[in-house]
Each structure stands twice: as structure tokens, then as C-alpha cells.
């Protein structure tokens, strides 16, 4: 028996392509085409009522639109799209114009591959390593994916930002709120940013990017003034409590933007800060004593947890007792909540969760670059973050919560 009974396809000796990759692309291309004819032989039944005076159907098959091909994650697909005709004679008889729903006008691209350009980007590939990628990924056949998609890519997600910032709140009420002030390695117009960073817990229970913007090292003017344009903005309800790290700045200005918002220190920073005043042989006894803090079922048995730490460690390393003695309230605030939500309250790893696929990003960009830029690149990653963010543990009990319910130790007071 020949090779060529064997094998119909192109040999792979000889083939200058993948041939699953063709078997794949072929698969597709008829895949399409019989989609498309089902979508147009459905349209026209959905509009086989609309005739004429003589009883002559207005919408009508007439050959097909032009070649053209559709980029996809397998190559290049060629298209040969059915025409529709309307045969009305006047506006009155004309219906809606037939517009392919698979494969909209003037589409060159599926998808997901639109998809994949920012997604590469934000991941780290530079627009220099751009062609090579595309590719490997595509074949050498894909065409109109060069760098500069990403450039034109990057100025409208800078026109998004630019536009979110601006975006009212009048509807927003956020529950609880989480604020970091995180520092990228990235240099913005020859200076280390430190971009403030709002998230939120809405009445639904899901969780929203509310402010991302650069400020001068969390000093207190600087989250004064983020804060300030979110009231301006419509957020006229007080949170019921933030969570965040020791930044002194915050804590001043939430003070007098949203006075009736409580303070919940983040348990991670403060761990981390306390650690950092005991010798490395007494960090792990120490870290299982502090878990045994915001462990704890009840407050009171938080205070006896707390009291045991101080007792152990005040006296050898008194740096260590006093970091952790004085946010004793602010550390323990979260059992003035429902339970259900501890596990939410007691840090702010929401924005350290986020924020770890930025620095993988600005890791890789050398040297400085504009200020919009760098926070519109954050913005886009925090975005696609964002898509993965689980909801608020029993919803029901936020709603308990802003209708005024009291809750001891994180179980509802009776009225």
C-alpha cells in the first residue's frame, strides 16, 4: 500500500503545515459555514409572513457577501456569508436589515483572540516579543497582530479609566470597604507610585473595584482627597466599616469624610509588623499565639488570647507588645459583625489577591513611563481580576445589617 492511500492529507514530510492544525481549521471552516446558513434559513422563516400585494416574500436568499477571513485561535478561517435581501419598495415595507449575530459586520477577529492581545500584554509578553507569540499561538499565517495593537490598546483602556473615574455613585452604597496603599517597582514619571486602592462590598454582596489612584506615600491628604470625590460623587451612606494596614493617613481621613465608618485592622499586616520586633526562634510560637486572637469564638475570649500574648512577650520584647497593644479595638472589631463574614473582615487580602498579577506586569516594564499609563494598566488588571472575586459568605445577613440589626460576637442580638 502507497503512502498516499495510507495517508490522503499532505505528508508530513513534505506539508510546510501542522496537519491536525488543518484537519482542525477544515473541521471549523464547515462548521461555520453550516451555522451560518442555519442562522439565515431561521431568519427568514421567523419573516415568512411579510410579503408583498402580490404574495411575493420582502425577504429573500441572494448569494453570498464577499470572501473574507475570520482570525482565530486555530489560523485564519475563510467566511462565505449568505446575503439577505429585503425586497420592500418603500421604507414602510422594509424590515430590520439581517445582521449576522456569529459573525457580525466588518469582524476580522474572534473573540477570544481580542481577548488574548491584553491578556499577553497584562501577563508580562512586551510588545517587542508580540510577533513571536502570536506566532507560536496562531501559525505564521495570522496577519494584522503586530505590537502596535497593544499601543492602540493601551490608549483606550486609558480613555476607560479616565471615564470610571468620572463615573457617579449616587446608587452605590458600599457595606464594607477594604484600602491598601500598594507600591509597584515600576518608576512613573521618575518617581516609585504608591496607588491607593478602594474595594467594596455592595448591599448584594459582591465585591467592586471603587478607587484605584496614585498618591503621595498614603499620607492623609492623599486618601482625604480620594475619599472626598467619592462623596462628591454620590457615596452620601457612611460604610459600616473599613479593613485595612496601620497607614495613619487613611485612618485621618476617613475620620472626617465618613465619621460613622469603624476601623478593622488587617490581622496579615499586623502579624507581619509584630513578628518583625521578635527574634526569628520566637516567630513561630508568637504566630500561632496571635492566631489564637482573631481565632477566638467570642471577644472575651479574643481579650484573654490577647492578654496571654502581652504577658508572654512584654516584658523580653516590649516593641512587640506594644505594636500589637495598641490597635487592641481596631483589631478586634470585626466580632461587631455576623459571623459569616469574619473570615472577609479580618484582612484585606482582597487587594493583596489583586494586585499580584499588577507587579507580575510593571516587573516587566523597564524603566519610567507616564503616570495615566501605569494607572490605567493597573486598572485594566485589576478589572480582569475582579471577574473572579466570590461573593460575600450569606448575603442575607448584610441586609440585616443596614436595616440597623445588632450583632454580639457575630451572632444577631434579638430586639
Same mark, same amino acid.
Given at each position: 500500500?502507497?503512502?498516499?492511500?495510507? #495517508?490522503?492529507?499532505?505528508?508530513?514530510?513534505?506539508?510546510?503545515?501542522?496537519? $491536525?492544525?488543518?484537519?482542525?481549521?477544515?473541521?471549523?471552516?464547515?462548521?461555520?459555514?453550516?451555522?451560518?446558513?442555519?442562522?439565515? /434559513?431561521?431568519?427568514?422563516?421567523?419573516?415568512?409572513?411579510? *410579503?408583498?400585494?402580490?404574495?411575493?416574500?420582502?425577504?429573500?436568499?441572494?448569494?453570498?457577501?464577499?470572501?473574507?477571513?475570520?482570525? +482565530?485561535? &486555530?489560523?485564519?478561517?475563510?467566511?462565505?456569508?449568505?446575503?439577505?435581501?429585503?425586497?420592500?419598495?418603500?421604507?414602510?415595507?422594509?424590515?430590520?436589515?439581517?445582521?449576522? !449575530?456569529?459573525?457580525?459586520?466588518?469582524?476580522? !477577529?474572534?473573540?477570544?483572540?481580542?481577548?488574548? &492581545?491584553?491578556?499577553?500584554?497584562?501577563?508580562?509578553?512586551?510588545?517587542? @516579543?508580540?510577533?513571536?507569540?502570536?506566532?507560536?499561538?496562531?501559525?505564521?499565517?495570522?496577519?494584522?497582530?503586530?505590537?502596535?495593537?497593544?499601543?492602540?490598546?493601551?490608549?483606550?483602556?486609558?480613555?476607560?479609566?479616565?471615564?470610571?473615574?468620572?463615573?457617579? $455613585?449616587?446608587?452605590?452604597?458600599?457595606?464594607?470597604?477594604?484600602?491598601?496603599? %500598594?507600591?509597584?517597582?515600576?518608576?512613573?514619571?521618575?518617581?516609585?507610585?504608591? =496607588?491607593?486602592? %478602594?474595594?467594596?462590598?455592595?448591599?448584594?454582596?459582591?465585591?467592586?473595584?471603587?478607587?484605584?489612584?496614585?498618591?503621595?506615600?498614603?499620607?492623609?491628604?492623599?486618601?482625604?482627597?480620594?475619599?472626598?470625590?467619592?462623596? /462628591?460623587?454620590?457615596?452620601?451612606?457612611?460604610?459600616?466599616?473599613?479593613?485595612?494596614?496601620?497607614?495613619?493617613?487613611?485612618?485621618?481621613?476617613?475620620?472626617?469624610?465618613?465619621?460613622?465608618?469603624?476601623?478593622?485592622?488587617?490581622?496579615?499586616?499586623? +502579624?507581619? /509588623?509584630?513578628? /518583625?520586633?521578635?527574634?526569628?526562634?520566637?516567630?513561630?510560637?508568637?504566630?500561632?499565639?496571635?492566631?489564637?486572637?482573631?481565632?477566638?469564638?467570642?471577644?472575651?475570649?479574643?481579650?484573654?488570647?490577647?492578654?496571654?500574648?502581652?504577658?508572654?512577650?512584654?516584658? !523580653?520584647?516590649?516593641?512587640?507588645?506594644?505594636?500589637?497593644?495598641?490597635?487592641?479595638?481596631?483589631?478586634? *472589631? #470585626?466580632? @461587631? #459583625?455576623?459571623?459569616?463574614?469574619?473570615?472577609?473582615?479580618?484582612?484585606?487580602?482582597? &487587594?493583596?489577591?489583586?494586585?499580584?498579577?499588577?507587579?507580575?506586569? +510593571?516587573?516587566?516594564?523597564?524603566?519610567?513611563?507616564?503616570?495615566?499609563?501605569?494607572?490605567?494598566?493597573? #486598572?485594566?488588571?485589576?478589572?480582569?481580576?475582579?471577574?473572579?472575586?466570590?461573593?460575600?459568605?450569606? =448575603?442575607?445577613?448584610?441586609?440585616?445589617?443596614?436595616?440597623?440589626?445588632?450583632?454580639?460576637?457575630?451572632?444577631?442580638?434579638?430586639?
Amino acid at each position: 500500500m502507497s503512502d498516499a492511500t495510507r #495517508f490522503p492529507g499532505p505528508r508530513p514530510e513534505t506539508s510546510t503545515s501542522d496537519a $491536525l492544525t488543518e484537519i482542525l481549521r477544515e473541521g471549523a471552516r464547515r462548521l461555520l459555514t453550516t451555522a451560518l446558513e442555519a442562522e439565515v /434559513n431561521a431568519y427568514l422563516a421567523q419573516h415568512a409572513d411579510l *410579503c408583498d400585494q402580490q404574495g411575493h416574500r420582502l425577504l429573500v436568499r441572494n448569494g453570498y457577501l464577499p470572501h473574507r477571513e475570520i482570525q +482565530t485561535g &486555530i489560523g485564519p478561517i475563510p467566511v462565505r456569508q449568505p446575503r439577505v435581501e429585503d425586497r420592500g419598495t418603500s421604507p414602510a415595507d422594509r424590515c430590520i436589515r439581517f445582521s449576522s !449575530k456569529i459573525v457580525p459586520p466588518y469582524v476580522r !477577529k474572534a473573540r477570544s483572540l481580542e481577548a488574548a &492581545i491584553p491578556w499577553l500584554y497584562l501577563r508580562g509578553i512586551s510588545t517587542g @516579543d508580540f510577533s513571536e507569540a502570536l506566532s507560536a499561538l496562531l501559525g505564521p499565517d495570522a496577519t494584522g497582530l503586530s505590537a502596535s495593537t497593544v499601543v492602540r490598546l493601551k490608549q483606550l483602556w486609558l480613555e476607560e479609566y479616565e471615564g470610571w473615574k468620572k463615573r457617579s $455613585l449616587k446608587e452605590k452604597r458600599y457595606v464594607y470597604l477594604w484600602v491598601d496603599g %500598594v507600591y509597584l517597582s515600576v518608576r512613573l514619571e521618575n518617581a516609585r507610585p504608591c =496607588v491607593l486602592v %478602594v474595594i467594596g462590598a455592595t448591599e448584594d454582596g459582591r465585591k467592586e473595584l471603587v478607587a484605584l489612584e496614585d498618591g503621595e506615600r498614603e499620607s492623609e491628604q492623599s486618601w482625604y482627597e480620594l475619599l472626598w470625590d467619592l462623596k /462628591n460623587r454620590g457615596l452620601s451612606i457612611d460604610p459600616e466599616v473599613a479593613v485595612g494596614d496601620g497607614a495613619l493617613g487613611f485612618w485621618k481621613a476617613v475620620s472626617k469624610v465618613f465619621p460613622k465608618t469603624r476601623r478593622q485592622r488587617c490581622w496579615v499586616h499586623k +502579624t507581619a /509588623n509584630v513578628l /518583625n520586633h521578635l527574634p526569628k526562634g520566637q516567630q513561630s510560637h508568637a504566630k500561632r499565639e496571635l492566631q489564637q486572637i482573631w481565632m477566638a469564638a467570642t471577644r472575651s475570649e479574643a481579650y484573654r488570647a490577647f492578654d496571654r500574648f502581652l504577658e508572654t512577650y512584654g516584658t !523580653k520584647y516590649p516593641k512587640a507588645a506594644q505594636c500589637l497593644s495598641k490597635d487592641r479595638e481596631a483589631l478586634l *472589631c #470585626f466580632y @461587631d #459583625f455576623p459571623a459569616e463574614h469574619w473570615v472577609h473582615l479580618r484582612t484585606s487580602n482582597p &487587594i493583596e489577591s489583586a494586585f499580584a498579577t499588577v507587579r507580575l506586569r +510593571t516587573d516587566k516594564t523597564k524603566g519610567a513611563g507616564s503616570r495615566l499609563a501605569g494607572l490605567s494598566m493597573a #486598572f485594566k488588571l485589576v478589572q480582569a481580576a475582579a471577574k473572579y472575586w466570590r461573593l460575600l459568605h450569606s =448575603v442575607e445577613r448584610i441586609k440585616e445589617l443596614i436595616s440597623g440589626a445588632t450583632f454580639k460576637d457575630g451572632i444577631k442580638v434579638a430586639a
